[in-house]
Structures are given as C-alpha cells and as structure tokens.
C-alpha cells in the first residue's frame, strides 16, 4: 500500500491511542478504540475483550505498569492495510517495576531487557479495533535471570542485535 493519505490516516488514529496510553488517561485510551475492541498479549494471554474487558486489561495491568521511565522503543518497521498495521519494534528498559500484562506475577529484577516486539492494529473507521501483541518471551526471561539459557535456542538480547545486524553469525551454526 503506497497511499499516503490512508499512512497519515493510520498513523493519527494509532498515534492518538499510544499516546492515550503512554499518558496513563484510561478514559482517553478507551475513546480510542471501537465499540467492540479486544487485545491479547499472545506470549501470556493477558488482554481483554469487549469494552469492559479491555477497560479493566488497562486499568489493572497497564496504565502505571506500561514500561519503565527510561524505556526506549526503536521502530524497525511500519506497514500498512487499509484495516490494519503492524509495528516491529525493538523496546528495552530497565525492569524497575511491575509490568503485569508482560510479566504477570514478576516482581522488578532491576535487570536490562532488550527484545523484539510486534504490534498488529486492527481498524475500525478511526478507531482501534484490535491489538495482538508479541514478543520475544525466552529471552525476556534470559535477560531477567529467570530461566537458563543453557542447552536452549535462546540468546537474550542478541535476538535484538541480529534483528539490527542481520550478518551478526548464527549462534546456533557453525559455517565452515
């Protein structure tokens, strides 16, 4: 899709909702979104569906919890439908407080993540519709401690870096 009036127009409704969020305004993030919205963090099936579903997903599990202060989100890319689009984003932070529609149950480690995110938006006239949402959990969990990486295909933040470097060597395989 070439359209740049339908990117402007994407971008603004998604624009407006991020911001909604990121300010912590539930009220505001909720006349974002269409009559029917849902969202699903598919890594831990924390979301919502419906309106007071996903009212209580940001009121319980988000806003206050979205990511630490100094988190930085790195777009990779941006494409686009006429009903949707989807971010590849590569978000770190500091993991300094609760974040329970990533972590449900994980007190703060203190530790540094960098990982890999994917965010499909669904549109619905000018509102968001829908949000799937993915990320790389191994390596979360490696970069926090929490799970050993030995004898696993996983390598913390080095997802990340390959996603940026993709000649950065397989760690899995070695080319002779």
């Not at 009036?5 to 911001?19: C, N």
């Not at 990511?67 to 790195?74: H, K, V």
């Not at 000018?126 to 990486?149: C, T």
Request: proline letters at 7%.
């Amino acid at each position: 899709m070439t359209d740049p009036s339908l990117k402007a127009r994407l971008d603004a409704i998604f624009d407006a909702h991020m911001d909604a969020e990121l300010s912590g305004d539930l009220d505001e993030t909720m006349a974002t979104m269409a009559p029917h919205p849902h969202l699903v963090n598919v890594p831990t099936m924390v979301g919502g569906s419906g309106r007071h579903g996903v009212r209580a997903f940001y009121s319980e599990r988000l806003i206050g919890q979205f990511f630490p202060p100094d988190a930085t989100f790195e777009t990779v890319s941006r494409t686009y439908s006429d009903e949707r689009l989807v971010d590849e984003l590569i978000i770190s932070f500091t993991h300094t407080i609760k974040m329970d529609h990533i972590l449900p149950g994980v007190e703060p480690t203190g530790k540094r993540v960098e990982t890999v995110f994917v965010v499909i938006v669904g549109i619905e006239g000018d509102k968001v519709a829908y949000e799937h949402i993915l990320w790389d959990q191994a390596n979360v969990l490696v970069q926090l401690g929490l799970i050993d990486p030995t004898g696993l295909p996983v390598v913390g933040a080095g997802a990340a870096a390959k996603l940026r470097d993709p000649s950065i060597p397989d760690p899995f395989f070695n080319e002779s």
